[in-house]
């Protein structure tokens, strides 16, 4: 059994930084593509970013420059590193995670319903 615990999130000013954190437990063996979404209130989720267990990425245009996703397998943890962060950015932010052998084309967006194992959410807020 996967689980994914997110930490990190805050209420920051316009221009500002956070750091998210999403340490993955279980059964951890094999190749995982892991990614963050989000979803702000009466919108669907969205993916931000996804990263291959090969560490190749890729992030949505709304935060390519501003936003940098990375793993540390050592440490079995996925970041999110946001800066410059914009109203827009208001949201509450989920880990997810599945193996690749389901994700076949990690890094590549795909619609959240795709991932097995989530996080509870870290909420962002930005004013």
């Known amino acids: 059994h996967v689980q994914l615990v997110e930490s990190g999130g805050g209420s920051v000013e316009a221009g500002g930084s956070l750091r998210l954190s999403c340490v993955f437990t279980g059964y951890t063996y094999g190749r995982y593509c892991m990614g963050w979404f989000r979803q702000a209130p009466g919108k669907a989720r969205e993916s931000v970013a996804i990263?291959?267990?090969?560490?190749?990425?890729d992030h949505a245009d709304s935060v390519k420059g501003r936003f940098t996703i990375s793993r540390d397998s050592a440490k079995n943890t996925l970041y999110l590193q946001m800066n410059n962060l914009q109203p827009d950015d208001t949201a509450m932010y989920y880990c997810a995670a599945d193996h690749e052998g389901t994700i076949t084309r990690c890094p590549a967006p795909l619609s959240s319903r795709a991932y097995e194992y989530w996080g509870q959410g870290t909420q962002v807020t930005v004013s």
């Open positions: 990263i291959s267990a090969g560490d190749k990425s």
